[in-house]
C-alpha cells in the first residue's frame, strides 16, 4: 500500500481542485444512496480523502470515525473539517483495525477498494464492528472503466502519476459480502453527461442481515 499512499499524498494539494469527473460522481452517487435512509447514530467512513464526503455525512451522522491511508488527504480533511464528533485516523485497511470503534449503524466506502487486492478480509472485518441491520455503501469506479484501462491518476511536473489499483468485478464485491452475511438492497450505474454508452460509477448498498 506504499505507492497509493505515496500517490494519494502527493496528489493531496490539487485533489480538490483538478477536474476530476470520478471524484464528482461518487460523491453524487453516496447522496443518493443514502439519502432516503433514516440518519444513522455512528458511521464508519472509509476513504475520506480530503473530506469531499464526511461533510455531507456529518448532516446524517451523529458521529463519524473518518480514515484514510494517506496524511496529505487527511491533512486536508482536517483544514475544513473541525467538528468534535468526526475523529480523523489514518489507517490501512489492509491491517488489523484497531481505528474502528463499532458498532457503526453506517459504513462507507469511496473509491478505495479498487487499491485493495483482496476483498474478503476486508468484508470479514467490517463484519465485526457493524450493527445489525446495519448499511454499508461502496461507490467505485466502474468495472466497465477499469477494463477500459482507466485507472486513478493525475498530473505532476514530473508528468503522469498512476495509482496502484486492481481490477474487481461485480461479481466479487457481491460475493465477498454475501459471505459475511450483507444482503444487497441496491445497486446503480452513473454516467457522464455525455457519454450514456459507458458507465463511469458503480455504487451497491448492503445491509448486514441480523
Not at 444512496?33 to 433514516?38: F, G, M, Q, V, Y
Not at 464526511?54 to 494517506?70: E, F, G, M, P, Q
Not at 459475511?180 to 446503480?188: A, D, I, P, Y
Amino acid at each position: 500500500m506504499s505507492n497509493v499512499s505515496s500517490a494519494y499524498n502527493q496528489w493531496a494539494d490539487q485533489y480538490d481542485t483538478n477536474k476530476n469527473r470520478t471524484r464528482d460522481l461518487e460523491a453524487i452517487s453516496l447522496r443518493a444512496a443514502l439519502d432516503e435512509l433514516p440518519h444513522f447514530n455512528n458511521c464508519l467512513e472509509i476513504g475520506c480523502g480530503t473530506g469531499k464526503n464526511t461533510a455531507w455525512l456529518l448532516t446524517r451522522c451523529a458521529k463519524i470515525t473518518a480514515v484514510d491511508l494517506s496524511e496529505g488527504m487527511l491533512a486536508r480533511a482536517k483544514e475544513k473539517i473541525s467538528a468534535e464528533h468526526v475523529e480523523f485516523r489514518q489507517a490501512d485497511i489492509t491491517q488489523n483495525w484497531d481505528f474502528a470503534h463499532g458498532p457503526y449503524d453506517l459504513a462507507t466506502f469511496s473509491l478505495v477498494l479498487e487499491h485493495i487486492e483482496l476483498l474478503d478480509p476486508i468484508f470479514t472485518q467490517l463484519k465485526e464492528v457493524m450493527a445489525p441491520n446495519g448499511y454499508v455503501y461502496v461507490g467505485e469506479l466502474h468495472p466497465f472503466k477499469q477494463y477500459s484501462g482507466s485507472k486513478a491518476r493525475f498530473e505532476t511536473e514530473e508528468g503522469l502519476q498512476i495509482v496502484t489499483c486492481f481490477n474487481h468485478h461485480v461479481s466479487e464485491f457481491f460475493q465477498a459480502a454475501k459471505k459475511q452475511g450483507f444482503r444487497l438492497v441496491n445497486l446503480q450505474e452513473w454516467f457522464d453527461e455525455d457519454n450514456k454508452e459507458l458507465p463511469r460509477i458503480l455504487s451497491m448498498l448492503f445491509q448486514l442481515q441480523s
